[in-house]
Antibody, heavy 120, light 107 residues
Framework: EVQLLESGGGLVQPGGSLRLSCAAS????????MSWVRQAPGKGLEWVSA????????YYADSVNGRFTISRDNSKNTLYLQMNSLRAEDTAVYYC?????????????WGQGALVTVSS | EIVLTQSPATLSLSPGERATLSCRAS??????LAWYQQKLGQAPRLLIY???NRATGIPARFSGSGSGTDFTLTISSLEPEDFAVYYC?????????FGQGTKVEIK
């Protein structure tokens, strides 16, 4: 059974940093691209970042480019999102999502989400 | 950035009725469009990819059509579990973008 388990969310002050992790199991993690998608309270979905299966190609939304860094450790079956210079508008539930094939925005499995709150 | 505009914002229908949801792109995305369903408090679920391909395990009452800038998600006969919010997502250009969502509610 495919499982994605996010961790690392919490309350952080504006300008602070946080690192989210997504532990994957039930599939060959190193074979699939992964993404982070977020959802602000009461709002719609926003794609944040993607990484290919090997980790050599990364992609970002304009709103986080230069502040967030996606990475993965295929030996640990874990996806990461390093978030720096956090702003109030980054407050959201952050989902990690497995791509069905390659880097294709066809997310067939999702985690349960990790809440990040940016507030003083 | 490609902007996806979904309409209507809310669709009020009864079980058994047909639902037609629209997603319009600000420029052509070819067929690189997916549809997701999200129920309250849950993660999204992939319904349709590449405009018209049903994802694994998705019932045949869900269908997608369109190409270029205009896309449609059709639910042929609404089941009680279909009342949810639906989002389109384009992967034609970076950054990938979602539409703002259409809520399908019980009339």
């Amino acid at each position: 059974e495919v499982q994605l388990l996010e961790s690392g969310g919490g309350l952080v002050q504006p300008g602070g940093s946080l690192r989210l992790s997504c532990a994957a199991s039930g599939f060959t993690f190193s074979s699939y691209a992964m993404s982070w998608v977020r959802q602000a309270p009461g709002k719609g979905l926003e794609w944040v970042s993607a990484i290919n299966n090997g980790g050599g190609s990364t992609y970002y939304a304009d709103s986080v480019n230069g502040r967030f860094t996606i990475s993965r450790d295929n030996s640990k079956n874990t996806l990461y999102l390093q978030m720096n210079s956090l702003r109030a508008e980054d407050t959201a539930v952050y989902y990690c999502a497995k791509d069905r094939i390659a880097v294709a925005a066809t997310f067939d499995y999702w985690g349960q989400g990790a809440l990040v709150t940016v507030s003083s | 950035e490609i902007v996806l505009t979904q309409s209507p914002a809310t669709l009020s229908l009864s079980p058994g009725e047909r639902a037609t949801l629209s997603c319009r792109a600000s420029q052509s995305v070819s067929s690189f469009l997916a549809w997701y369903q999200q129920k309250l408090g849950q993660a999204p679920r992939l319904l349709i990819y590449d405009a018209s391909n049903r994802a694994t395990g998705i019932p045949a009452r869900f269908s997608g059509s369109g190409s270029g800038t205009d896309f449609t998600l059709t639910i042929s006969s609404l089941e009680p579990e279909d009342f949810a919010v639906y989002y389109c997502l384009q992967r034609s250009n970076w950054p990938w973008t979602f539409g703002q969502g259409t809520k399908v509610e019980i009339k």
